[in-house]
């Protein structure tokens, strides 16, 4: 049953097993993409409470001139920003201009960081900033385009891609630095 | 068999916390929103206009809605225990079987 056949029949009787469905197709994919942005599971947790009420309070807006799933990854992303700009956890979310010439950073390929295992992923990720943390796992664990990125972050397409291989590139140096004479 | 990359593995790990432990409780909570938005709505719904009126007359206007005249509470009092009884099925006082 497609989504929008749901959200109608939710519309006009309010049935618990339709909000049941969409709840149990969207949780985890709002969840995931709540801790890409909010780090701490705790917090994620009541921003997906908050999304989902949202969604449901709204439901009456959707049009559906867009997919469901955009719609809804759209409010998730909106209310994890806002959340985020409140307690001013990237105060350089917005403000990251490129000061170095792009060619002084090294590529990095995907796979270098796509091979690391488990622990050293999670070690390199805490030693990053908030925001890179977050633009890395927007691009390579929540699979979102470079685009959908630019438009949230407020940046052009060009600077979010720069921004990620500065981000690869001191990934790489700190799995490097933690890693290279142990074994993985 | 390959080796499932280090973003998906943390995903999965991720989610099957959710799964586990917070998928539940997360839906039980915006139920009960849910259903408190909804109660306060049909309240809203029930009595904004009676309260806009009561405002709108408090203020020195009109009521809105001209309703049913209203009783006052000496003729809306009908349990005087001396008075005649209240008119049954038949007053001849024949016995209905």
Known sequence: ?????????YRER?????FQILYDRYSTKVYSKAVTMLRKQSEAEDATQEIFTKIFLNLGKFQGQSKFSTWVYSITYNLCIDKIRREKKVRDLFNTEMEDPPDTVEEVPDEALLNLQLNELK?????LTDTERMMLLMKYKDGVKIKAIASLLDKSESAVKMQLKRI??????????RFASTPS | MSQMNSFLALQEQELTAFTEAR??????RVERELKSAEFIGSLIELFGPVMADTVNVLGGGDPLVQD???LLLQESEDDDPYGSPPPGPGDSGQIIR
Do not use: G, P
């Not at chain 1, 309010?14 to 339709?18: D, G, P």
């Not at chain 1, 690869?168 to 630095?177: L, N, T």
């Open chain 1, 14 to 18: 309010r049935h618990a097993t339709c």
């Open chain 1, 1 to 9: 049953m497609e989504d929008i056949d749901i959200i109608r029949a």
């Open chain 1, 123 to 127: 070690y390199v990720l805490s030693k």
């Open chain 2, 68 to 70: 049913e005249t209203y």
């Open chain 1, 168 to 177: 690869k590139e001191k990934a790489k140096r700190i799995h490097e630095h």
């Open chain 2, 23 to 28: 998928q539940v409780r997360v839906r039980q």
